[in-house]
């Protein structure tokens, strides 16, 4: 004889994200993101949402995988994929993308020959100070030159990196006890470790006619990937 025995078992939904948390990517890379489940009965639906109103236009969504081709900077954030049965509670795994990026370099002098009246003289401290945006913060590094020429820190050339009491984003070259020999071109160079974004130059020109009236101390000018501008 045959016996059939009917269950109604059922079990609340489980996934799990074969990807790492955070992810790192370069802007235009193509991007995916793996959910699978590892329980509940019945079988759950899986859905994505993102932390930014709506999932990207340009998204695809496969079973549980969703593709994001040629990324961009407007596009990082949380992305959770949610399981569901109508079982329990919904089960919910996230990760977050971070699109490396490198923008808005500026600089700034001590003492500040545009907006004080202290002008900058021989024999004293100058702070050259080199700050930019970036993405994520952690892979920033700074590297400085002068005249072309690697510089590194001394006893009178002293590179500050990590002060505490500086922004973020910020490297500081104090030159102590100016003399006539360091006039020349100072460049901060800004980079991201994880490589692929081009890196930030910034000019700054110190020439031996700072003490005249009405002469710029220094010339500037930042070079980026697509972008060349300069303020004298």
Known sequence: ????????????????????????????????????????????????????????????????????????????????????????????????IVVRALKKGRFWITPDPYHNDDNIQIGREVKISCQVEATPSEELTFSWLKNGRALRSSERMVITQTDPDISPGTTNLDIIDLKFTDFGTYTCVAALKGGGIPEISIDVNISSTTGEPHTPLCHRRIYTSDSCGSIS
Do not use: H, M
């Open 1 to 96: 004889s045959i016996i059939f025995r009917l269950t109604n078992k059922t079990a609340s939904p489980s996934i799990k994200l074969l990807v790492e948390d955070p992810i790192v990517v370069n802007p235009g890379q193509t991007v995916s993101l793996v959910c699978i489940t590892t329980g509940g009965e019945p079988s759950p639906t899986l859905t994505w949402v993102s932390s930014i109103e709506s999932l990207p236009q340009r998204s695809v969504v496969k079973g549980g995988t969703l593709t994001l081709p040629a990324i961009t900077s407007d596009e990082a954030g949380v992305y959770s994929c949610l399981a569901s049965n109508n079982v329990g509670n919904p089960a919910k795994k996230s990760t977050t």
